[in-house]
């Protein structure tokens, strides 16, 4: 069986610790990026918090630390099809793994660049995967990067399901019909939106042209090291802690040891689904390992383990750290308070043990702050980017008292 592995996006928060453990898992990987996060550091005047080397570097350095091979290939997925196209005729991929779209939904809301950006980007790059797998002839497993966001974030007072909602309906004559459906998107950001629209790209290729299709609908990664980016600080994963790209409790630890005060946007009462990045890698293995049968419909598997409102996230920090909470001003357009509730089954059934949240973990990623928080920028730390005109942003907050 052929075991070779595109990874599109594999220098990202994501792809780089996936590219390294399927590489240790004995597949031929093959990272396809054209560099574009590492550009939009450029554009907004700051680097991860951990030093990124060049990828020449992360892979000789994954050489000298593991004994193998990692190839990769300098392209913009989005833009060179043709080329695209003869990498999966030459290298015949039993899978493709796409992690390559602009991931951060508040510098998709940035301003109308952004948005065109990450709409252009993210749905050129999509289609032209499955255009290519289409036009190639060969049988390759597509397995995609998701959000969980593409439900939105309502209460509905019921577990979310992994992909399919059973509805009945009643026909005219008075008698039930019973269906499966997609169930419902509610995107609540140009970047969400761009994975909705995804998923239907990939609903219509899967019934028309019989792709095999696993969609991952991901919670909000934490954490950044995983077993294989500790083997060498060479190796080390990219950390962002800004207002656009570092996600909640990442950024609630870098502020607890530079000193900043923990940023509860609005109420707090925001309820997410969270995932550590070990289990992602672990989930992105697990789904290349049991892909679709011919024939069957795309795969959607709920890439989350555990739910947190953003004050029980805060509280937890602030306890552990003795950093002060405030509460600024939102700059999101979405409900104050929600419930969620995430169905998660499919990939304990085979077999993943989440990583759930802990001190422990907690102190490792504090650890990975304090040994880089000199190349922490304070003045990016604040969220700036606003859903709709009018909005505004506050740098000062006020103190939240946590339970």
């Excluded at 075991?3 to 590489?23: K, R």
């Amino acid at each position: 069986m052929d075991t070779t592995v595109l990874i599109l996006g594999g220098d990202g928060f994501c792809g780089w610790p996936t590219a390294l453990h399927l590489s240790r898992h004995g597949y031929h990987v093959v990272i396809v990026d054209n560099f574009s996060r590492r550009k939009i550091d450029v554009d907004l005047g700051l680097e991860s918090l951990t030093p990124i080397l060049p990828m020449e570097a992360r892979l000789a350095a994954w050489r000298r630390a593991s004994g193998n091979t990692i190839d990769f290939i300098m392209m913009d997925i989005a833009r060179e099809y043709d080329r695209l196209l003869e990498v999966v005729r030459t290298m015949r991929p039993q899978a493709v793994v796409h992690f390559a779209e602009q991931r951060a939904a508040p510098y998709s809301m940035r301003d109308s660049a952004c948005k065109r950006y990450t709409v252009n980007n993210n749905l050129n790059a999509t289609h032209n995967v499955l255009c290519a797998i289409v036009e190639s002839g060969l049988d390759v497993h597509l397995v995609h990067l998701g959000s969980m966001g593409v439900y939105g974030y309502a209460t509905t007072q019921m577990p979310i399901p992994e992909g399919y909602l059973p509805v009945s309906i009643q026909a005219p004559d008075g008698s039930r019909v019973e269906r499966e459906i997609m169930y419902p998107p509610a995107p609540g950001s140009v970047y969400h939106m761009t994975k909705t629209q995804d998923a239907l790209f990939f609903y219509f290729y899967n019934k028309n042209d019989g792709i095999r299709i696993t969609d991952l609908h991901q919670g909000i990664v934490w954490g950044t090291a995983t077993d294989e980016t500790g083997m060498s600080e060479a190796l080390v994963n990219r950390f962002d802690y800004d207002g656009d790209y570092g996600t909640v409790l990442n950024r609630f630890l870098v502020q607890s040891v530079v000193g900043h005060p923990l940023t509860v946007h609005g109420t707090g009462g925001q309820t997410r689904a969270f995932i550590h990045i070990r289990d992602t890698v672990k989930c992105i293995k697990l789904a290349i390992e049991n892909p679709p049968l011919p024939g069957e419909r795309v795969k959607i598997f709920n890439q989350a383990t555990e739910t947190w409102s953003v004050k029980e996230l805060a509280t937890l920090v602030s306890r552990l750290t003795g950093c002060e909470a405030r509460s600024y001003a939102d700059p999101r357009k979405e409900d104050q308070e929600n419930g969620l509730i995430v169905e998660n089954g499919k990939f304990r059934s085979l077999g993943l043990k989440p990583v759930t949240l802990s001190e422990g973990l907690m102190n490792e990623v504090r650890d990975v702050v304090s040994r880089y928080r000199h190349r922490c920028t304070l003045t990016k730390i604040p969220c700036t980017s606003v859903w709709t005109a009018g909005q505004k942003t506050d740098t000062g907050g006020v103190p939240l008292t946590l339970a």
